[in-house]
């Protein structure tokens, strides 16, 4: 069983910049394709960003796309959500999932961590 820890959440003003990390608390995530979702208070679970677990494939929500980057270090057993020009629409609890398929569909992850948010004030 893999258990992801996200990191790096906070307050920041509009047009800041965060950066999200996920990682494993213990075993590995070299092999799993990872994705980050959020939910904001009262709405549903949304898809952020995906990576497949070579880095070949990456795919972001029509929201983020442009200012939010995903990326992965297999060496540091670490993925990324680099997140600029927030928008007080970018609050939510953000939520790394690991799946062995890729896919941005969050009923094919199968590892969750915890959360972390994200408050963007404006």
């Known amino acids: 069983q893999v258990q992801l820890v996200e990191s790096g959440g906070g307050l920041v003003q509009a047009g800041g910049s965060l950066r999200l990390s996920c990682a494993p608390s213990k075993r590995t995530i070299r092999t799993y394709n990872i994705g980050w979702f959020r939910q904001a208070p009262g709405k549903e679970l949304e898809f952020v960003a995906a990576?497949?677990?070579?880095?070949?494939?990456?795919d972001y929500a029509d929201s983020v796309k442009g200012r939010f980057t995903i990326s992965r270090d297999n060496a540091k057993n670490t993925v990324y959500l680099q997140m600029d020009s927030l928008k007080p629409e970018d609050t939510a609890a953000y939520y790394c999932?690991?799946?062995?398929?890729?896919?941005?569909?969050?009923?094919?992850?199968?590892?969750w961590g915890q959360g972390t948010q994200v408050t963007v004030s404006s």
């Open positions: 990576i497949s677990w070579t880095g070949t494939n990456i």
């Open positions: 999932a690991g799946a062995s398929v890729y896919d941005t569909a969050a009923s094919s992850f199968n590892h």
